[in-house]
């Protein structure tokens, strides 16, 4: 069987000072994103023995637990992609025609998904996603890792709102922390998504 890896970072944990502090990323990768990827390890061996003893008691529980842990890797490798040294400023292309056209501009775009960022409860993300039925880009909300997400959506750009991702050094002013990753953020990375999607 299959187990998931700690992807490595295409960056030093000092890269992005402009936007997090070097112990902030090594915490947030080697700590945090390590602690979903042994997670969804280990639920997947609890749920083999649960198959091979046939003792589905707990699989309701098991299935969330994975879920949650898969979630917070997939989310977390897609947020170290979109994020570089060189980034910031804004997209071309493609990709910007789109943000255009579903959002009316740029700062508009920006605007919302910084609010829905910076307006979950609790912990969670702000998601630019593509829509596949509407054929069109959608900003969600995650809550946790997981929840309150179109069923069909890809994510192409994730910000981070778990207090791990900021409160060393933002304390509690998320605002401030997602105005800053705004300078990191990795364009070509989210446009070649963006592309591979629309090719689909």
């Not at 529980?61 to 040294?85: D, I």
């Amino acid at each position: 069987m299959g187990t998931y890896q700690l992807p490595d970072l295409p960056y030093d944990y000092s890269a992005l000072e402009r936007a997090m502090s070097a112990e902030i990323l090594e915490l947030h990768h080697s700590k945090h994103h390590a602690a979903y990827v042994k997670g969804a390890n280990d639920t997947l061996e609890q749920l083999a023995e649960a198959r091979d003893k046939e003792q589905f008691g707990g699989l309701v529980g098991l299935q969330k637990t994975f879920a949650f842990h898969l979630s917070g890797h997939v989310l977390h490798s897609l947020f170290w992609q979109n994020l570089s040294p060189e980034g910031g400023d804004r997209p071309e292309g493609e990709l910007a025609d789109a943000i255009t056209e579903h959002f009316g501009s740029f700062e508009a775009f920006k605007k919302q998904l910084s609010t829905a960022t910076t307006g979950v409860q609790g912990s969670g993300w702000g998601i630019l996603s593509w829509e596949p039925l509407g054929q069109r880009l959608i900003v969600e909300q995650v809550y946790d890792h997981h929840g309150n997400v179109g069923q069909n959506t890809t994510p192409l750009l994730a910000f981070d709102a778990w207090e791990h991702a900021y409160y060393l050094q933002y304390r509690n002013v998320r605002p401030d922390y997602v105005t800053r990753l705004w300078d990191v953020v990795n364009w070509q990375d989210v446009s070649a998504r963006f592309a591979a999607v629309k090719g689909a």
